[in-house]
T-cell receptor, first 116, second 113 residues
């Protein structure tokens, strides 16, 4: 079974600064998908960014980018030019490409606080 | 708005009772997933349905059951409720089981008193 670990329960960043959230995972599969989800106080789970394991290029979505290290099984999220609206819980998640059992496996989450 | 609709948004009930949570997936999505988010267990996968059939089971208690109807909406039934069942229950949907993205509803906050 896959496991996902987020070692930072809480992080804080100054507005306009850059912050990196860490995520490691354990799997025996060679092909899979990784995601970062954001959960603001509204509770909605919002997809921030995704990465296919077969792609060597790191995914980027505007101010959000990842550092995907497949050999190290590491998938960190970098938020540049942090904004107050970035304050939320962030969850790293793993998904198998298999037809059966391809649910998301989540890490424990990192609470990000943004200081004005 | 993800397009996934969950009702009700909030539910307060007593121990021992039974409740039904409803999920309408995005238009055209065949796959529905249920997740439970609690303070001590985090986000956990409960069960997956695809086009009306159960596809995978996670840490779902025997007191819990689910189904997906011909119109693709899904219901999660929780019975003999205990205080520890208080949690946020999410439904997510995706077009196919192999699709990479799952879109989440806003969740149902269940409080058992």
């Amino acid at each position: 079974a896959q496991t996902v670990t987020q070692s930072q329960p809480e992080m804080s960043v100054q507005e306009a600064e850059t912050v990196t959230l860490s995520c490691t995972y354990d799997t025996s599969e060679s092909d899979y998908y990784l995601f970062w989800y954001k959960q603001p106080p509204s509770r909605q789970m919002i997809l921030v960014i995704r990465q296919e394991a077969y792609k060597q290029q790191n995914a980027t979505e505007n101010r959000f980018s990842v550092n995907f290290q497949k050999a190290a099984k590491s998938f960190s999220l970098k938020i540049s030019d942090s904004q107050l609206g970035d304050a939320a819980m962030y969850f790293c998640a793993y998904r198998s490409p298999l037809d059966v059992g391809n649910m998301l496996t989540f890490g424990g989450g990192t609470r990000l606080m943004v200081k004005p | 708005d993800s397009g996934v609709t969950q009702t009700p948004k909030h539910l307060i009930t007593a121990t021992g009772q039974r409740v039904t949570l409803r999920c309408s997936p995005r238009s055209g999505d065949l796959s529905v997933y249920w997740y439970q988010q609690s303070l001590d267990q985090g986000l956990q996968f409960l069960i997956q349905y695809y086009n009306g059939e159960e596809r995978a089971k996670g840490n779902i208690l025997e007191r819990f059951s689910a189904q997906q109807f011909p119109d693709l909406h899904s219901e999660l039934n929780l019975s003999s409720l205990e205080l520890g069942d208080s949690a946020l229950y999410f439904c997510a949907s995706s077009p196919r089981t192999r699709n990479t993205e799952a879109f989440f509803g806003q969740g149902t906050r269940l409080t058992v008193v």
